[in-house]
C-alpha cells in the first residue's frame, strides 16, 4: 500500500475502527437536524451511539408544529446537550485519525470512503487539509447550534428588542442637533476611564425638551467611540411590558450575550439550571450581578423610565414600589462592578429616591438638568427646519424671524414647537403668523386642552371617529397600520353589527390619511412610514409624545359625549376604553365577511380583513373584569362562544396555533373546537358558566386530544378547582 502507519497491525485495527465510526456518524446527526424536537431520556455515551460524518453541513430546519416555550427550551437544555457531546466525540476521533494517519501519508483513494462528498476527508496528500475541512464544519455546526441557544435564552428571559425602536429614534433626528450633551463635564467624566467604581449619570429634563433622541444620541456615539459591551433600553407607552420595570434587565442581558462570548457562557449555564421553566425577576437578578461582575466596564442606558406606567389594575403605590425595588436591585448590583450606567428621564421623585438609594459599596453619581438655553441652538435649528418646510412662500429673513419666535414663544421646548406646526399655513401674512404664535399656549396640558376643545366641537360623525382613533393610538397593545384601523373603523359606532365595505375609501392615499384620519385628531398623533417600502397603508399611527396618552386618560370619555367626572372613574379609565376595543374586536370577529375567501368579497383590497390578525390575537387581552362596562363585553363573550357559532370556529381554528405555544402544550389534530375548554383557558369564568348553564355543555367534555376545562383552567391558574367542582358540580 505505501503507508508504514497503515501496514503496522497495531495501528491499521485502529483506524479501520475510527473511520467505521466516522462513516456511520450521519446517523445520529440526522435525528438532531430532521426538526428541532425536544429529546427526552438519558443521553447516549459514544460507546452505545452510532457515530456519523455529516453528509455535507447540516441544514437545521425550524420544526413548524406547535411547541410551546418550555418545549422550545427544552431542545436548548437537552438536545444540544447531546449534540454537542456527538459533535466534540467526532472532533476528538478525527483527532486521533490525524494522529495516527499524518496528512503526509497516502491511502488508497476510496479504500474506506467512496463517496466524492468525502473527497476532501479522503485527500490524506499533505495538499488538501481534511482536517482543517472538517474543524470549519465543526464551527459551523457550533455557530448553527449557539443561534438556536441564543433563541431558547431570548424565550427564557421573554425580552423585548430595542434596536427597533433605536433606529427610529436616530433615523428622527435633526443633522446637527444633540451634539452639546457630549461636551458636557457631566457627560465627559462619566465617560472617562479607567474607573475604579461603577459610575451612575442621571440626566433628566421636563417632558417635550428631546430626551429620548438625545438618548439616542449617546447611543450612537458610545457605539462609535467605545469598544465596551454596551446595552439600551427604550421605554415605550406602546411596550406591553411598560408596567415591570424588570424587562430592562431582561433585554440588557440579552444584548450583553450577543456582544460577549463570556456572557454567552454564563446565561446558558444559568437557562440549563432553571430546567426550561422562563426566567424569573430572581433568576434574571442573579443573571445580572454575575454578568456586571465577569464581564468589566459594561455600560447600560435606559430612557423614559417615568413612563414605566402601571397597569390599569394597578395602584399608584403598588406601582411606585415596583419602580423603587427595580432602582434598589440594579444600583446594588452596578455597584459592585466597574459598570456604567445612564438612566435618562424626568424629574421624578419616585426615580430620584431609587438612585439615591445608599449602598455598601460606592458608586458615583453624576447629575445632570436639561434646561432650556441648552437645548436652545437644538430647538432653533428644529423650528426653521418646519417654518423652511411649511412657509416656503415667507422671505428668508421672515422665516429666520419666525422660527425664533416659536423657540422663544416654546421656550425652546421641541415638543410645542412641534404642536404649532399644523397652524402654520403659508397663506398668512406675516402679522398674521406672529400673532398666531404670540397667543399659542406654552405649556402642554393647555396645547392639548386647544386640540381637545376643537375635537369635542367637530360634528358628530368626525368626533366619534376621532375619538376611536385616539383609542385605538393610545390603548391598542401595538400601534395599528393604516390599513388596520381603517377596517376596524367601520364598527366603530356599537349599534353596527356587520361589516359594510362600501364605507371603506376609494382609495388609502395621502388625501385620505390628511383629511380622515391625522386632521381629525390634530397635533395629538402622527403617522410613522413603516421601515420598508411597503406602501402608505403600512404606516402606524402613534401618539405624538407619551404625556398625550397621560393627558388622554383623564379625557377619553367612557361613551359617547360623555366626561370622566370624578378620580375613581379616571384611574379606571384605561381598563373602560380597553374594553371598548376588546368590544371592537369581538364584534369584528363576529362578522361572516372575515372569514371568507378573499377572492368572494366583492371589493378586494389591502384594506379587507386587514384587522383580523390583530383582532384574533388581541381581543381576550383587551377583555377587563370587575368595571363598568365588563357586563357589556362578557355578553358579547357569551354570544361570541355559542356552540353553533361559526364564526368562532373560524377564529378557534386560526388561532389555535397562538394560543398552544403560549398557553398550553399538547398533542394531536383539534378537528372541532369545545368552546368550553377555551373559555376556560383564557379564563372568562362567566362564560364557563353560561355555557353549562344555558347552552347545556357538559364540563367533563374531553376533545381529541384529551383536553377538558379543567385541564385548561389549572395549567393556567386562571379558574380555580374549587370552581368547578362546588359551582358546576365537577
Known amino acids: 500500500m505505501g503507508s508504514a502507519p497503515l501496514d ?85 476521533l478525527v483527532q486521533k485519525l490525524y494522529d495516527l494517519v499524518p496528512p503526509d501519508q497516502s491511502t488508497i483513494p476510496g479504500q474506506i470512503i467512496s463517496e466524492g462528498r468525502y473527497s476532501n476527508l479522503a485527500s490524506l496528500n499533505g495538499q488538501t487539509s481534511w482536517h482543517f475541512d472538517v474543524q470549519r464544519m465543526l464551527a459551523d455546526v457550533k455557530k448553527q447550534l449557539d443561534n438556536e441557544t441564543r433563541k431558547g435564552l431570548n424565550e427564557w428571559l421573554d425580552t423585548h428588542d430595542s434596536k427597533q425602536m433605536f433606529d427610529d429614534f436616530v433615523r428622527r433626528r435633526l443633522d446637527g442637533t444633540c451634539d452639546w450633551i457630549l461636551n458636557r463635564s457631566e457627560f465627559l467624566q462619566w465617560q472617562l476611564l479607567p474607573s475604579k467604581n461603577a459610575k451612575l449619570l442621571w440626566v433628566h429634563g421636563p417632558p417635550g425638551y428631546g430626551k429620548t433622541i438625545l438618548c439616542a444620541r449617546i447611543v450612537q456615539h458610545l457605539i462609535a467611540n467605545s469598544s465596551a459591551p454596551l446595552a439600551y433600553f427604550f421605554f415605550s407607552s406602546e411596550l406591553e411590558s411598560r408596567e415591570n420595570p424588570f424587562a430592562i434587565m431582561r433585554s440588557w442581558i440579552s444584548q450583553i450575550t450577543i456582544q460577549n462570548r463570556d456572557a454567552f457562557n454564563i446565561a446558558q449555564e444559568k437557562l440549563e439550571a432553571t430546567d426550561g421553566r422562563v426566567a424569573s425577576r430572581t433568576d434574571i437578578e442573579e443573571l445580572f450581578e454575575s454578568i456586571t461582575q465577569n464581564i468589566p466596564e459594561c455600560i447600560f442606558v435606559v430612557d423614559g423610565l417615568d413612563e414605566c406606567a402601571m397597569r390599569e389594575n394597578d395602584s399608584k403605590m403598588i406601582h411606585r414600589e415596583s419602580l423603587l425595588e427595580f432602582l434598589k436591585s440594579l444600583r446594588h448590583i452596578i455597584s459592585k462592578s466597574k459598570s456604567r450606567l445612564l438612566v435618562v428621564s424626568r424629574n421624578e421623585q419616585e426615580i430620584r429616591q431609587g438612585l439615591n438609594n445608599k449602598t455598601t459599596r460606592e458608586c458615583e453619581l453624576l447629575e445632570l438638568q436639561i434646561l432650556p438655553q441648552d437645548v436652545e441652538s437644538d430647538a432653533t435649528l428644529f423650528s426653521q427646519s418646519i417654518v423652511e418646510e411649511k412657509l416656503a412662500n415667507k422671505s428668508e429673513t421672515q422665516r429666520r424671524e419666525l422660527a425664533h419666535r416659536m423657540v422663544d414663544r416654546c421656550e425652546s421646548m421641541f415638543l410645542g414647537i412641534k404642536l404649532l406646526e399644523p397652524d402654520l399655513k403659508g397663506g398668512k401674512n406675516l402679522k398674521q403668523l406672529q400673532r398666531l404664535i404670540d397667543e399659542a399656549p406654552n405649556r402642554l396640558d393647555r396645547i392639548y386642552d386647544r386640540n381637545w376643545e376643537r375635537i369635542r366641537n367637530l360634528a358628530d360623525i368626525s368626533r366619534h371617529r376621532a375619538f376611536s382613533i385616539l383609542r385605538w393610538a393610545t390603548f391598542a397593545l401595538r400601534p395599528l397600520t393604516i390599513y388596520e384601523i381603517t377596517e376596524a373603523l367601520l364598527l366603530a359606532d356599537d349599534d353596527c353589527g356587520a361589516l359594510d365595505y362600501t364605507e371603506l375609501p376609494d382609495s388609502i392615499d395621502e388625501i385620505y390619511v390628511k383629511t380622515e384620519i391625522v386632521e381629525l385628531c390634530g397635533s395629538l398623533i402622527e403617522v410613522r412610514k413603516a421601515e420598508i417600502a411597503s406602501g402608505l397603508g403600512h404606516s402606524t399611527i402613534h401618539l405624538s409624545h407619551f404625556s398625550v396618552r397621560q ?34 374586536c369581538i364584534r369584528y370577529l363576529n362578522c361572516q365577511d372575515v372569514w371568507k375567501d378573499i377572492e368572494q368579497l366583492e371589493r ?104 377538558t376545562a379543567i385541564l385548561a383552567a389549572s395549567s393556567k391558574s386562571w379558574v380555580s378547582e374549587r370552581y368547578y367542582t362546588t359551582e358546576l358540580g365537577v
Not at 367626572?565 to 374594553?579: G, K, M, P
Open 8 to 92: 503496522d497491525p497495531s495501528i491499521r485495527p485502529v483506524v479501520d475502527e475510527i473511520l467505521q465510526s466516522i462513516k456511520h456518524f450521519d446517523d445520529d446527526i440526522g435525528n438532531f437536524t430532521s426538526a428541532l424536537r425536544p429529546i427526552s431520556g438519558s443521553v447516549d455515551t459514544l460507546a452505545h451511539s452510532k457515530t456519523v460524518l455529516p453528509r455535507g453541513r447540516p441544514q437545521f430546519e425550524k420544526y413548524q408544529g406547535a411547541t410551546s416555550r418550555k418545549s422550545r427550551l427544552g431542545w436548548a437544555l437537552r438536545g444540544k446537550t447531546r449534540f454537542l457531546a456527538l459533535v466534540e466525540s467526532f472532533d476528538a
Open 551 to 584: 393627558y388622554l386618560m383623564c379625557h377619553m370619555p367612557a361613551r359617547p359625549d360623555e366626561l370622566i367626572t370624578n378620580e375613581q372613574l379616571r384611574s379606571s379609565n384605561e381598563a373602560i376604553q380597553s374594553n371598548i376595543l376588546a368590544k371592537t
Open 604 to 707: 378586494v383590497g389591502s384594506v379587507i380583513q386587514a384587522f383580523r390578525g390583530y383582532a384574533a390575537n388581541s381581543w381576550h387581552k383587551h377583555v377587563k373584569q370587575g368595571i363598568i362596562n365588563s357586563k357589556e363585553a362578557t355578553e358579547l363573550i357569551n354570544l361570541f362562544f355559542t356552540p353553533a357559532n361559526e364564526n368562532w370556529e373560524s377564529w378557534r381554528k386560526d388561532s389555535e396555533s397562538a394560543l398552544q405555544n403560549q398557553m398550553i402544550q399538547y398533542e394531536g389534530e383539534v378537528v372541532l373546537g369545545n368552546p368550553l375548554f377555551y373559555a376556560s383557558l383564557l379564563g372568562f369564568s362567566e362564560t364557563v358558566a353560561h355555557l353549562v348553564e344555558n347552552e347545556g355543555m357538559d364540563v367533563n367534555c374531553v376533545d381529541s386530544s384529551n383536553r
